[in-house]
């Protein structure tokens, strides 16, 4: 007995329009979920069958997929600028992920390639911050609607939101700082550099700052371990 499910998902930033379909193609179920991890999960582990789940790539898209992977049997991160099923017709979240949903199920979804972790990340903070500058090509990077400089009142409330939606450690603006710090001492940035950049006047600041990842000691370690065994020793006579 065939018991696949087929799930379109259409995510924005406050909630995922959700259609399924079960192994005849049939619409059974449609829901509309906050943009939360422990909310998308519970709606998961309520279906039964072999679940296969689509989305659209955009801001949420790498997120989603990290989150469903280990629950499902696919999750299809497709190409929006090839799905003309969905651009064609009436237009909304509802519709839109019964659209996906039945691409997935007639096997027409164009996948993009969802890679490591980091990578997606890093390419979706790219989108989102493009999205957020707009048109604006002066002016501060980050500033309240008035033009003003924002508040590190107002930063650390949009941080604590979206540290919120992804189900991670609640942390503070000041947190970057450790980042800008430790990233740049990983990658072999000169001591003075470091200082002048994050603007400690104290280089003994700058090691308080640096938070090493275990894989970087790990692989600082193998490479001396390896360059210890092959280089040889000479004595002088």
Same mark, same amino acid.
Request: charged share 25%; glycine share 8%; with cysteine.
């Given at each position: ?20 379909? &079960? ?15 422990? %909310? ?6 309520? +279906? ?17 997929? &990290? ?15 090839k ?8 237009k909304?979240?509802?519709? &839109? ?8 199920? +007639?096997d027409?979804? !164009? ?12 390419k979706?903070? +790219? ?20 033009g003003?400089p ?12 979206? %540290? ?13 700082? !450790?980042?800008?710090n430790?990233?740049? =001492? ?13 603007? !400690?006047?104290?280089? =003994? ?5 640096? !938070? ?26």
């Amino acid at each position: 007995m065939n018991d696949s499910k087929y799930i379109g998902l259409d995510a924005h930033q406050a909630t995922i329009s959700v259609a399924v379909l &079960d192994s005849s193609g049939k619409l059974v179920m449609e829901a509309v979920l906050g943009t939360k991890a422990e %909310t998308i999960l519970q709606f998961i582990h309520g +279906l039964r069958g072999t679940l296969r789940v689509t989305l659209e790539e955009g801001t949420c898209a790498a997120w989603l997929h &990290d989150v469903l992977k280990p629950h499902v049997a696919q999750v299809l991160v497709c190409d929006p600028r090839k799905n003309t099923l969905i651009k064609s017709g009436n237009k909304s979240d509802r519709i &839109d992920a019964r659209k996906l949903a039945d691409l997935l199920y +007639l096997d027409k979804l !164009h996948p993009v390639f969802h890679g490591e972790t980091g990578n997606r990340a890093l390419k979706e903070l +790219l989108q989102m911050l493009k999205q957020y500058l707009g048109d604006r090509t002066t002016g501060r990077l980050f500033q309240a609607r008035d033009g003003n400089p924002a508040r590190n009142q107002q930063l650390n409330a949009v941080l604590g939101w979206a %540290t919120a939606q992804l189900s991670i450690e609640r942390g503070t603006m000041h947190a970057f700082r !450790h980042g800008r710090n430790s990233h740049m =001492r990983q990658n072999g940035v000169p001591q003075n550099i470091v200082q002048d950049q994050v603007g !400690h006047q104290d280089r =003994r600041t700058n090691d308080l700052y640096t !938070h090493n990842e275990e894989a970087f000691i790990r692989d600082t370690m193998e490479k001396l371990a390896g360059s210890c065994i092959q280089t040889p020793v000479v004595y002088p006579n």
